[in-house]
């Protein structure tokens, strides 16, 4: 089993909808939780962390289930510029590995 | 405040050959991890260095390896180049375990 999985989509939506992505984690001793944005051919960039209360940035929402050991990021009202790869990162806190990324989810805006 | 620098951004070397990779962290971070990301797939960790000693490594083979100076630049290196180490190459700084800033990576091809 991957330490984080995340659906790879992609997902396909027009423009105003509100699409969700889910992601799980195998390690309960996880301490912080990441979701990055990826454009095509850059580097990852932080979008928000996310919080054991959950947390909204914007059209952005992202929440933390520790029982069941995963996290979702919401975006309402999406645009075009949302167009990006979203990938779930967690801090695995072991002496064998950092940050780990899921695979990422893609995500396509249509007008 | 300066970024993440990586060099070079691009990099074409041959089968067996060795390359290094070139990172400077962002000012005043002290933690410097490198990653592989193939085509379509999430960032793999390789390793991280902390005040200049590995503090961690995924499953990656001792031929790669890296270096952390006293100014918090790192290097990563990589002998006997094989075809599927063809990947993106990013490095990402932090002040501890949180809050990482990524380079814009190293695109190495090998042929």
């Known amino acids: 089993r991957k330490e984080v999985e995340q659906d790879p989509g992609p997902f396909n939506v027009p423009e105003g909808a509100t699409v969700a992505f889910n992601c799980t984690y195998s390690n309960s001793a996880s301490q912080s939780f990441f979701w990055y944005r990826q454009d095509c051919r850059k580097e990852p960039k932080l979008l928000m962390s996310?919080?054991?209360s959950g947390n909204e940035d914007g059209r952005f929402t992202a929440q933390l289930n520790r029982a069941s050991q995963y996290i979702s990021l919401l975006i309402r009202d999406s645009k075009l510029s949302d167009s990006a790869t979203y990938l779930c990162v967690v801090n695995g806190y072991s002496s064998a590995s950092k940050i780990i990324f899921g695979s990422g989810t893609r995500l396509s805006i249509r007008p | 405040e300066t970024g993440v620098t990586q060099s070079p951004t691009h990099l074409i070397k041959t089968r067996g050959q060795q390359v290094t990779l070139r990172c400077s962290s962002q000012s005043g971070h002290n933690t410097v991890s490198w990653y592989q990301q193939a085509l379509g797939q999430g960032p793999q960790f390789i390793f991280q260095y902390y005040r200049e000693e590995e503090n961690g490594r995924g499953n990656f083979p001792p031929r790669f390896s890296g270096l952390q100076f006293p100014n918090y630049s790192s290097e990563l290196n990589v002998n006997a180049l094989e075809l599927d180490d063809s990947a993106l190459y990013l490095c990402?700084?932090?002040?501890?375990?949180?809050?990482?800033?990524f380079g814009s990576g190293t695109r190495l091809t090998v042929v």
């Open positions: 990402a700084s932090s002040l501890g375990a949180d809050g990482y800033t």
């Open positions: 996310v919080y054991s």
